[in-house]
Each structure stands twice: as C-alpha cells, then as structure tokens.
C-alpha cells in the first residue's frame, strides 16, 4: 500500500513541476513590459567585481574584524591535569583575572 502511496505522490509532483514548466515560457520574457527602461548591460569585470569580489571582501572584512576584537581566551586543559581555578580553589586562593 505504502509503494502504491509513493507512485501517486512521485506522479503528482511529476505533473505539478511539468506542468509549471511548461506554463512559464521563456519567449515571453523577451516582451517588453509598460514602463520598462533597460539600462546599459554589465561587462564582465563589474559582474564578476559585483558578484564575487565585492561579497568576498565583506566576508574577509567582517571575518577579520571578528577575529580582531575577539577577547576570549584560549584555554587548553590536558586530560588528568586539574584546571588553574580548580587548584585555586582547592588550596584557598580566589582565581586570578
């Protein structure tokens, strides 16, 4: 019953995407709308500036301040060793800042 379920579902979404290919045709995007005014196309170096060096930059920006005003330290502690403030606070004494 499951496999009979399955075919169903797999033919449904089958005729669903087929039918919503076919409803939207590319030749009509050549058609202008009311009110369209196209500007100048890109070249190949501002859409590969826009596109790829521009997010590229953010990132590595953003990334490097990220790392720069990180303030957390970064703290190892070997397996069977005790950790500083453990020892601080067996022995007494407060952790030290």
């Known amino acids: 019953m499951d496999k009979k379920n399955a075919l169903r579902a797999g033919a ?14 590319p030749a ?7 009110g369209d005014d196209p500007g100048p196309g890109l070249s190949v170096i501002q859409t590969l500036g826009l596109y790829v060096l521009i997010p590229l930059a953010l990132f590595v920006v953003i990334a490097g301040l990220v790392m720069a005003l990180d303030r957390s330290k970064i703290r ?3 397996p069977g060793a005790t950790s500083s403030s453990d020892a601080g606070a067996k022995s007494g004494a407060g952790a030290k800042a």
């Not at 089958?14 to 939207?24: E, F, V």
């Open 12 to 25: 449904l979404a089958a005729g669903t995407t087929l039918m919503m290919l076919l409803m939207s045709s």
């Open 28 to 34: 009509l995007a050549l058609t202008r709308d009311d």
């Open 76 to 78: 190892v502690i070997k």
